[in-house]
């Protein structure tokens, strides 16, 4: 995700991003923490929707 996209995400301008890296690092760190978060979250669910879509597609096979 792009900066201009987080700053859209939080209704923020990009700027506002930029000073928050600078002025509030602690802030910065925990909304760059919450979109990692985010993004393994998706990841997750990604990954455990190949794993029953395989298991279905397995369905029946005798192993």
Known sequence: MTQR?????????????????????????IVMQGFEVEEVKNLLKESLEKLESAGENTKGVKG
Do not use: C, F, H
């Open 5 to 29: 996209d987080m700053a859209g995400y939080l209704g923020v301008s990009t700027a506002t991003i930029r000073n928050w890296r600078k002025e509030k690092p602690n802030l910065y760190k």
